[in-house]
């Protein structure tokens, strides 16, 4: 059983919860464009993470039916303790592999791009965590029912919320056990004295038995993010820059061995021939500045971006697969125009518009042919912000021309 879905309501109210405090204490570390981008990349890979689990484990199951080692009940307590430790051992591995494979860091790194430090960076989750699965075959090899691990995943993930804060300091003998928010803040800080450090996902012993433990200083503040900044708040785009970063440093490489193993070395490795441009990990963060109206019109259309995704979820069975598609790349094309409309791109206001548009003329394909009435409320919507769009575009021209 998967327990993900039952926990992202807990999950948005103690969101809100954080920032109502950082609100009150005056310790305000969330910003609009940087935590809409995270939430938008979560709901995005939201049920990619669940799918491929399920798929890895099945496959796993099939290649493995009667070459286990055991056969592990899943009446066992004891059975359960054992996949809980060993599913975060592969986890280590995963994680570690995740930072010094090319090839992995390009999932992973969409992860650790935000460039603030509050719960809603817990959300920034991958689309494109393909090769995680191979980390955990040996506990298919050994006889975990893949229910187990499923179960057990969840928890792993689940548990690893809580860490992604700044108000939450030392704790003592816990942060020498346990993974805590102080030395997960070191794990996404890209100071050098931190980087590619605490990979553990529950237990933070592994760190210190492989040698990749650091301790928060409280001289040396976190800095977050990525030492190669992103500069974007596209979601589509925070997924796929490694990748194509890394096809054009596969091109560039003047040797043939290092087209290959660059893939296999940490981001860091610049062969020649590729841009030996370094790192500036003291980099001001990006933060452009945009309209108060374009931040009103972003906050509540991620939402109703969200809410539209999860509707096309729960009616997916009702839909032919051309329309499940179609539909879902709209709602990709409205979080990449989110996007845009948070870096102020001087296109985003038409483009926006053309996506309005084409959500309207879904909505009334979609209701003529007697689907849902959900349908109705998604043209509405999608009409009445055309019209804010129209009304602010308007607005604009009036105050330049003044």
Known sequence: MNFVPYAIPFFILAILLEFVYAKVTGHHPYRLNDSLASLSMGTLSRLMGIVR?????????????????????????????????????????LHRFGHEWRILWASHAAHHQSEEYNLSTALRQTSTGFLGGI????????????????????????????????????????DRILVTPSNHRVHHAKNPCYIDRNYGGVFVIWDRIFGTFEDERESEPCVYGITEQLNSFNPLWANLHVYVQGWRDSRAATRWSDKFALWFKGPGFKPEGTNQTLHDWQAPRFDPDITDFTKRYTFVHFWLLVI????????????????????????????????ALLEGRTHAPTVELARLIGMVTAAVILLSATAPMWCLMICIVAGASVLAILYSRRETQMSSAL
């Open 53 to 93: 689990l399920g798929v890895f484990g099945t496959l796993f199951e099939w290649i493995l039916d009667g070459h286990t080692l055991l056969a592990i009940p899943m009446e066992s307590p004891l059975a359960w303790v054992a996949a809980f430790v060993l599913y975060d051992l592969c986890y280590y591995f």
């Open 135 to 174: 980390f955990y075959a040996p506990l298919y090899l050994i006889g975990f029912p893949t229910p187990m691990l499923i179960a057990v995943g969840s928890v792993n993930l689940i548990y690893q919320f809580w860490v992604h804060t700044e108000h939450v300091r030392r704790l003592g003998i816990v």
């Open 308 to 339: 539209a995704t999860f509707v096309l979820i729960g009616f997916e069975s009702e839909l032919s697969r051309l329309w499940v598609y179609s539909l879902a790349v709209l709602l990709a094309f409205g979080y990449y125009t989110q996007g």
